[in-house]
Nanobody
């Protein structure tokens, strides 16, 4: 079965950095896309970034473009989200998700498996 496990969250001061990891297993041929999403208390889930693993194409939400970077180590079946210049409004539970035969889309409807989430808290 497909399994996704996030790690790397924690407490950091504003202006600091964190790197999140998404370890994947159980993938079959054609499952090329990993996305990062987040949800803060009282707010709707929002897309952060996505990557097509086989070609390296990426997309970013305007709210994180220039501060966050998504990357992958395909040999380790792991996707990373490097988060720099963190702001208190970045505080949320961060989830990774995967979809089959899709682009690096930021639309959550195309993702069919989700991880359990990792908490990121940015203090002021």
């Amino acid at each position: 079965e497909v399994k996704l496990v996030e790690s790397g969250g924690g407490l950091v001061q504003a202006g600091g950095s964190l790197r999140l990891s998404c370890a994947a297993s159980g993938f079959t041929h054609g499952r090329h896309t990993i996305g990062w999403f987040r949800q803060a208390p009282g707010k709707e889930r929002e897309a952060v970034s996505a990557i097509r693993l086989d070609e390296g194409s990426t997309n970013y939400s305007p709210s994180v473009k220039g501060r966050f970077a998504i990357s992958s180590n395909n040999a380790k079946n792991t996707v990373y989200l490097q988060m720099n210049s963190l702001k208190p409004e970045d505080t949320a539970v961060y989830y990774c998700a995967t979809g089959s035969d899709i682009s690096a889309t930021l639309s959550a409807v195309w993702y069919d498996y989700w991880g359990q989430g990792t908490q990121v808290t940015v203090s002021s």
